[in-house]
């Protein structure tokens, strides 16, 4: 099986869980944040749906990504469908890009940088699975915190969690 497959597999596990975990994002709470400094809930859960399309399809299909010259506009919807619509867009550009790589385009090198300072440079099969899911997965993490000092049950990720009656 080549790489990408194995990546793609992967994903599509990481996926079905951030899946599972965004559906849980209740909409009536989008503006709630646990802490001054910390994003909203809208925000955490914008920036997890759109990881996939920021961090897999768009490191497939360039070279780098410099801060200081790219715009970021984050995520304007208003309601739980564009949000998970979101996430399923970027899901989608991921799953594309994944299966149109091959092992010399998944090897070349990749490059994080704002302006003239390098903030990581390494080839985009190690970007995929250190910056891409990792990143997906830590703040897929922070956003199960949120659900649960919102008393929203959480689902299992990789077993069943405690409102699935794991160690209930």
Do not use: C
């Not at 869980?17 to 859960?45: C, G, I, Q, Y």
């Not at 994944?98 to 903030?119: C, F, M, P, Q, Y």
């Amino acid at each position: 099986m080549e790489l990408n497959q194995k990546l793609l597999r992967q994903f599509e596990q990481e996926a079905a869980n951030t899946r599972k975990m965004l559906e849980r994002v209740p909409e009536e709470h989008f503006d709630w944040k646990p802490h001054a400094k910390s994003m909203s809930l809208k925000a955490l859960a914008a920036h997890v749906a759109e990881l996939p399309g920021m961090f897999i399809a768009y490191v497939l299909k360039s070279e780098e990504l410099d801060f200081s010259t790219q715009k970021y506009t984050p995520f304007a919807g208003t309601s739980h469908q564009e949000l998970m619509a979101h996430f399923e867009e970027n899901y989608q550009k991921a799953v594309k890009a994944l299966n149109d790589t091959n092992v010399v385009e998944i090897a070349k090198n990749w490059t994080l940088r704002s302006g003239e300072h390098v903030i990581v440079s390494m080839p985009k099969q190690a970007v995929i699975r250190n910056l891409a899911m990792n990143h997906l997965i830590h703040h897929r993490g922070q956003l199960s915190v949120y659900l649960r000092l919102l008393d929203v049950p959480v689902p299992g990720m990789y077993g069943p969690s405690a409102d699935e009656g794991f160690g209930g």
